[in-house]
């Protein structure tokens, strides 16, 4: 008997198949958002599962879920994990790390051009038939080469963009972690760590990589952005929630920062109905991984840790890795 899994949102059809080779799977082609409840019943003997960040896995669930031995995130971020209870049930966790690390950091590197430079904003002019002539303060926006970043949160990601800063836009780089990089990473990314509060004061762009936490939650508010500079741009590709948006929509209103460029928001797919009415923020509805080759390999990857762990008993990419050693 093959064993018993879900795929909880529509994937790549050749990823699927493969699953369905070695599975019996339950698919979600449809692609509805499943509520709790939902989620709760289609998992009753499922021994995996192949989840995005709409799946909330917590210890409520697991409860209801005994047969259940693998959940395999298609995704870096598993804030939607409650990776302790799923270690408490001897659930293992799996994420997608490595895969998309370059074409986030393109897309991170995209919103800051696109914020800085006021592109979504001057299309909007002209797509509405506002553009009579050409004037010289027309959309005058931020300078990005040669100016300084700060990246909150220098993980993969975050490295990624302070290399192409560096490298490719000549910036001075400033960085905010946890914990501070080593010598030759620093050296790589030409970054130079900085308390929070030194950087927003200095950095003309500060870009948001940090993975979403009780800690982190609202790592910028009010309090923070009345430290930027007044000229500054900020940009979110880590999570909602790392940004208090209606304090966020306040500040650009008011002129308190330049801009901002969002890809992701608290309680999406919904969007603060403030930050929808400012013309200074680009909004993109959480696509920083989305190539075709990126969202091919992290649903390669997440259909590799269930095969991996149900069919052989190994692991590629666990995230309590403990689990494996009982
Ligand atoms: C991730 O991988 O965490 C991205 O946000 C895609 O959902």
Redesign the pocket.
Known sequence: MKPSILVARAIFPEVLAQLQQVFDVDHNQADRVMSPDELRASLQGKAGALT??SERIDSALLAACPDLRVVANM???YNNFDVDAMTKAGVLATN?PDV?TET?ADFGFALLMATARRVTESEHYLRAGRWTQWSYDMFAGAEVHGSTLGVIGMGRIGQGIARRAAHGFGMQVLYHNRSRLGPELEAQCKARYVDKATLLREADHVVLVVPYSAQSHHTIGAQELAQMKPTATLVNIA?GGIVDDAALAKALQDRRIAAAGLD?FEGEPNVHPELLKVPNVVLTP?I??ATVKTRMA?AQLAADNLMDWLLHGRTRTPLNPEVCRD
């Open positions: 995005t960040g995704a870096v971020g997608t998309l986030t999570r992701v959480h920083a991984s992290m």
